[in-house]
């Protein structure tokens, strides 16, 4: 069974699923593009990764910002998320608190936005309808709060990370 992960570095997020784990080989498929890696853990503690076209020794480390990756001299910092936990949570941005941003947890077609400006949702509220891989998906607030923009119209294709709504806290 394939596993999907976001990965975040900046503002870019790609789609990382490894597609199957034979041991020393992985098939990965990122953003749509398929490959075959050979992995090897090294007696320094660090991961042998090759391709054809290249080959490096990563040491992996998970910090509080992130999973932080040293190639050499180099330092890399992702945020690293199991795309369903991504999927469940029906957005990513509020971790629940009121008001934020509501963003698509996946590429896919806007289906409906039953929200309108000034609109006050609820924490759960459906914001947004996501149709991908021929089903619909609901898209929820993680917190409350009031609808202040609308990023995106019905018909719209978006991309995983894509803002959909953005809410403002109601101070009650």
């Known amino acids: 069974m394939a596993t999907e992960y ?10 990382v699923t490894i597609i199957e ?10 953003d749509g593009q398929r490959q075959e890696l050979s992995v090897h853990a090294l007696p320094d503690g660090r ?14 480390v998970t910090t509080k910002q992130g999973l932080l990756v040293v190639d050499t001299h180099v330092q890399r910092t992702f945020e690293v998320e199991d795309a369903r936990v991504s999927w469940l949570a029906g957005a990513t941005g509020g971790k629940g608190a009121a ?3 509501v963003t698509a947890s996946m590429p896919g077609r806007v289906v409906r936005v ?9 924490p759960g509220s459906v914001v947004a309808v996501l149709e991908a891989m021929k089903m619909e998906n ?6 409350g709060g009031k609808v202040v923009e609308i990023a995106v119209k019905e018909g719209s294709d978006v991309e995983a990370g894509a803002l959909l709504v953005r809410l403002e806290p ?3």
């Open 114 to 122: 039953p929200v309108v400006l000034d609109e006050i949702v609820q």
């Open 170 to 172: 109601v101070h009650e």
């Open 138 to 143: 609901d898209v929820k607030a993680p917190g």
């Open 99 to 101: 008001g934020g941003r």
């Open 21 to 30: 784990d034979r041991g020393e080989t992985v098939v990965v498929e990122i």
């Open 47 to 60: 991961t042998a990764v090759a391709t054809p076209e290249r080959r490096v020794a990563l040491r992996a």
């Open 6 to 15: 976001r990965v975040k570095r900046g503002d870019k997020v790609q789609s």
